[in-house]
């Protein structure tokens, strides 16, 4: 499933603050979504990678490891992103912005998957010891740089933690009971 079907749908979900209609929105999402990555399609939506009961650790990415990523895969320096992240008070929105007019596009970007996105996401979350931080921002930037300019902003929501969708766990539920009954 490509990422930016789940993009679309965030951007859906986020521009209502009614209850209804966000649930219309994630039952679109969770019909639309292969039953082999339901639960990784349910875990982003919550802004998060794990159930909570394996007290496995989050991903760990602090505001400014994601500047410095967004500045690798932008092509713009972090001074830039910070300025950015000031005016808009959103690093997803910064993101975006400067994504949209990044300096130079890869010849070779391929479009990213649910799939591709949250294994990488695993893998920075996993990544530990010397060196362990400048992995992290090559990985995060390595999954910008493919990103559109949407999918960064969503990507960097989720990465630091600040999704901010207005999902709670029972309208998931329900969105999952009304998708599958």
Not at 123 to 145: E, H, M, N, R
Not at 149 to 159: F, T
Request: overall charge positive; glycine content about 6%; cysteine-free.
């Amino acid at each position: 499933m490509k990422f930016s079907v789940l993009a679309e749908a965030f951007e859906r979900i986020e521009a209502t603050t009614k209850r209804l209609e966000m649930m219309k929105y994630l039952v679109e999402l969770l019909k639309a979504t292969p039953p082999e990555i339901i639960d990784k399609v349910i875990y982003l939506t919550q802004g998060k990678l794990y159930p909570d009961y394996l007290g496995l650790p989050e991903l760990g990415i602090a505001d400014k490891l994601a500047m410095r990523s967004i500045s690798m895969a932008s092509g713009k320096p972090v001074s830039e992103v910070e300025r950015a992240y000031k005016e808009l008070g959103d690093l997803g929105s910064a993101a975006e912005r400067l994504l949209a007019k990044r300096a130079q596009l890869a010849f070779f970007t391929q479009p990213l998957t649910v799939e591709r996105v949250y294994a990488t996401l695993d893998k920075i979350a996993k990544t530990t010891g010397p060196g362990s931080v400048d992995q992290k921002v090559k990985l995060l930037a390595g999954l910008l740089v493919d990103a559109s300019p949407k999918e960064a902003k969503y990507i960097i929501r989720i990465v630091t933690g600040k999704l901010r969708l207005g999902v709670a766990d029972m309208t998931v539920l329900d969105a999952l009971a009304q998708a599958f009954t």
